[in-house]
């Protein structure tokens, strides 16, 4: 089986890369910034794919995503897209701060397009996540929650709005993005995210997100192991 990891920042990725002493395969992508890391686990093969960066920041948002997604799906042909990362969740939907949850859909929350049911169908995304995903979600005692995708950190009330009508409860900036491509190209998506903040905890969510990060990255990474694990054993 071949599983690859889209992941947005290096911080997300790099506990989970060394925990598989991944090699990196330099320029594999040039002259995109996307990043490749490699590694055999258990006799099947492991990808990370980062976005990369720009202007010596690690590449955020929709846009990176859809070019790391369509890059490895094209190169690495995965049977398994996997989108580890950190969101941000609701306190009110019981969400805690480095808790890892499995996304059973993925949606965008910043996309308003008037016209008929068919227009908003497509705005919203809606993508289906991979058929195994509850299975799993069940097996690791995780809790399973809808991505939902914007391209802006903070929470405007009309993201809010669209979160709260679709039932969204892990925002985050790449999920949707890579849900799409990989409707696109009919490859299984996998959703595994790790709380950075809680949108309503009242705390400045890039103040909450930069405390919490590494703390929530090293939850994702031993979580990660077990879906590894999981995946593999089969
Ligand atoms: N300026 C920040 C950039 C991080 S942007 C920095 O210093 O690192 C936030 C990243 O974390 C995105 O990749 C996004 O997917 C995720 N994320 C975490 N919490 C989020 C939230 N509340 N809303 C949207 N994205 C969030």
Not at 50 to 74: F, K, M, P, Y
Not at 82 to 111: E, K, L, P
Not at 163 to 186: P, T, W, Y
Request: with cysteine.
């Amino acid at each position: 089986m071949k599983i690859c990891y889209v992941v947005a920042m290096e911080a997300e990725a790099q506990p989970f890369i060394a925990r598989y002493g991944m090699r990196k395969v330099e320029n594999a992508f040039a002259p995109l910034p996307c990043q490749l890391y490699e590694a055999e686990v258990n006799g099947h093969t492991l990808h990370v794919v980062l976005n990369g960066q720009q202007h010596q920041r690690d590449l955020v948002g929709c846009e990176a995503a859809v070019v790391a997604t369509l890059s490895a799906i094209q190169r690495l042909h995965p049977d398994l897209v996997i989108n580890s990362g950190t969101c941000g969740a609701f306190r009110a939907h019981g969400a805690d701060i480095a808790q890892v949850y499995i996304g059973n859909g993925a949606m965008f929350h910043d996309r308003r397009v008037p016209g008929d049911d068919a227009w908003g169908t497509q705005s919203l995304g809606n993508y289906a996540v991979w058929d195994g995903s509850a299975a799993l979600a069940q097996t690791l005692g995780l809790k399973m929650g809808k991505v939902t995708t914007g391209s802006s950190l903070d929470m405007q009330p009309c993201d809010l709005d669209l979160i709260r009508q679709h039932g969204g409860e892990l925002k985050d900036m790449e999920g949707a993005a890579v849900g799409f491509v990989c409707s696109l190209l009919n490859v299984p998506i996998l959703y595994v995210k790790s709380v950075t903040d809680l949108c309503d905890s009242g705390t400045e969510t890039y103040e909450e997100f930069s405390r919490n990060l590494n703390h929530a990255c090293e939850a994702l990474k031993v979580v990660n192991e077990q879906v590894i694990d999981y995946l593999t054993a089969k």
